[in-house]
């Protein structure tokens, strides 16, 4: 593996090598800034119902499709030895793990599952062991599907203690040996993608709103309720570690949020408003709560009952409730204002449509470093410039094609660029987290996958290899310069990062 690394890092240094505009090292950012990349429990582990796992919300949506499922993944939880050679080998500081919660206590609530508690200890100490500092997901769209059906899961405010004791079973069994926790994976993500659209577990909606047919849900409530009730478990999991654990394992604890870049669609009053009604509504539903202890006002005044309301209690609770901000982004829309529309669920109650740049779908994302530049900053200049990670950014592409992902390549390239500059203009930026380490079970689309490794899935064995971007990451993070691609594909430059 390392002549093989050795040999195509000379290869790439050329290959990227030749024009010295736009060119960094790893070097160019200030010391002890981190570089990692992850998985996630669900789409890497598999042996789905073995050691005592029980399912998650997350195994009931793929087996109730006759598509894929997660049961073998990348068949992590017996090729973790592996894996984390090659995490070594690639030269990452830090990697990016979540926790199966029916795995660890397979009811969701009471008794621990030894193996499972086993195998969680023998990965974070295998990253240990390699130098390799573990960042760890709490929560990561797998609730037990035993909470779900035992009281709706998200939805109860019963949730916040359970989560609240997993956490605790967490800190107790992992905590000397890791120091970055993050609880909850996404939280507006998951709240709009599983309880107004529908599309992601575990699949509510309500008509007209959903994009998919719903047994159950209800898109005007069930998503303000479910990210409302994320906070208060965030934050009632950060309270615990504080009290109970912080003096004696000196760890952090953060949350994440999904993070798209808006711009208005057109230079009209309306869309430039649609805009930032658009930011506070996808990002400030999330930061607002954390940092000043309520819901942005534009939220208030338009969601009216259907919004929550923090009491003076849990508003103290969520304020300041963070050490670190996890950043999750990858693309960027346009803002369109929507007049005469109907309130009746999230997306509506923007009154704003998002509208994609340039070629951006689903599964294809156009390189728009500007973007994450313009989440950064809206970040430092609005929330108080709070520690950052950046836990997720990175591109798909056909899981088919050929392992030379120059398509990767260039979207890393412009994308850390795109840090180093944040970081250089006075953001708290801290780490850097490429999606994803390998191939994972996608959900989206199966043959659209992010890893810098190529897993096979028709492979019993799953073999890894190396794409060319983990080549291309690897030369990085062994300190070399490096350039923009030369085969310069299209990169959009930004119509407007002066009116923001
Ligand atoms: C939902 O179900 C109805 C009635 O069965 C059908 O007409 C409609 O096309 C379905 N919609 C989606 C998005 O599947
Ligand atoms: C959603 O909940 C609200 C408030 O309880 C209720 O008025 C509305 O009828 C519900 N919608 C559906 C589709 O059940
Ligand atoms: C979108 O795709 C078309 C066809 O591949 C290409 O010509 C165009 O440059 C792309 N636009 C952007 C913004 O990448
Ligand atoms: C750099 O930060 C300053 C102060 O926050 C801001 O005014 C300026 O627009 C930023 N520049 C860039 C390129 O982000
Ligand atoms: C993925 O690709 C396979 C083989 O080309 C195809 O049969 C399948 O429909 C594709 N799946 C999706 C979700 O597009
Ligand atoms: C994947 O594995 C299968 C089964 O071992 C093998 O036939 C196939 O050639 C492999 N595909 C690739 C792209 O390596
Ligand atoms: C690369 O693309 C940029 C933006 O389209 C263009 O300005 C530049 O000249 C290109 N460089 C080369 C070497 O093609």
Redesign the pocket.
């Known amino acids: 593996m390392e002549h093989i690394l050795l040999l195509i890092t000379i290869i790439l240094d050329l290959a990227l090598a030749g024009r010295c505009s736009n060119g960094y090292s790893k070097n160019d950012f200030p010391e002890g800034f981190i570089f990692g990349s992850g998985i996630s429990a669900f789409q890497w582990e598999g042996a789905f119902d073995e050691d005592g796992r029980t399912p998650s919300i997350w195994d009931t949506f793929a087996h109730s499709s006759s598509g894929p499922t997660g049961d073998i993944a990348c068949d992590g939880y017996h090729k973790y030895k592996e894996d984390v050679r090659l995490i070594n080998d690639m030269g990452l500081d830090a990697f990016r793990i979540s926790i199966s919660w029916s795995r660890l206590i397979p009811s969701g609530r009471g008794p621990v599952n030894q193996k499972g508690l086993r195998f969680y200890k023998n990965l974070i100490d295998e990253l240990i062991r390699h130098g390799i500092e573990p960042h760890v997901t709490l929560y990561h769209n797998d609730l037990p599907q035993a909470l779900e059906d035992e009281y709706g899961g998200w939805i109860d405010r019963k949730i916040i203690d359970d989560f609240t004791a997993f956490s605790d079973v967490c800190f107790r069994e992992f905590g000397n040996a890791v120091k970055f926790w993050s609880t909850i994976n996404e939280p507006n993500m998951l709240a709009i993608g599983g309880y107004d659209v529908g599309f992601i577990p575990p699949r509510h909606c309500s008509s007209p709103f959903g994009l998919v047919n719903c047994s159950r849900g209800n898109s005007s409530t069930e998503p303000y309720i479910v990210l409302h009730n994320m906070l208060l478990a965030h934050a009632s999991t950060a309270r615990l570690y504080n009290q109970k654990y912080k003096d004696k394992q000196n760890g952090y604890v953060g949350i994440t949020c999904f993070a798209y870049w808006m711009v208005p669609f057109s230079s009209s009053k309306e869309d430039e408003i649609a805009t930032q009604r658009a930011k506070d509504f996808y990002i400030g539903w999330v930061l607002h709560p954390l940092v000043f202890g309520d819901y942005p006002d534009v939220m208030k005044k338009i969601v009216g009952k259907r919004l929550p309301k923090f009491s003076e209690e849990e508003s103290n609770l969520v304020k300041d409730s963070f050490d670190f901000l996890g950043v999750i982004h990858y693309v960027t829309f346009y803002v369109k204002h929507l007049s005469n529309f109907q309130h009746g669920d999230f997306t509506s109650d923007t009154n704003a449509a998002l509208i994609p740049f340039g070629n951006t779908t689903l599964v294809l994302f156009d390189v728009i470093p500007w973007g994450l530049?313009g989440v950064l900053?809206y970040i430092?200049?609005n929330y108080g410039n709070p520690p950052i990670y950046i836990l997720e950014n990175g591109r798909p592409t056909n899981h088919h094609s050929s392992l030379n992902d120059m398509g990767r390549v260039e979207y890393l390239h412009a994308y850390i660029g795109s840090v180093l500059?944040?970081v250089r203009?006075?953001s708290d930026t801290r780490g850097y987290f490429q999606w994803s380490f390998m191939d994972l079970f996608e959900f989206i689309n199966v043959n659209y996958t992010y890893g810098l490794c190529f897993v096979n899935f028709s492979d019993p064995e799953r073999e890894r290899s190396p794409k060319t971007s983990a080549l291309w990451y690897s030369t990085f993070l062994k300190g070399k310069t490096t350039k923009e691609p030369k085969n310069n594909l299209s990169v959009s430059s930004s119509p407007g990062?002066s009116s923001q």
């Open positions: 530049e900053k430092k200049q500059n944040s203009n006075g990062l």
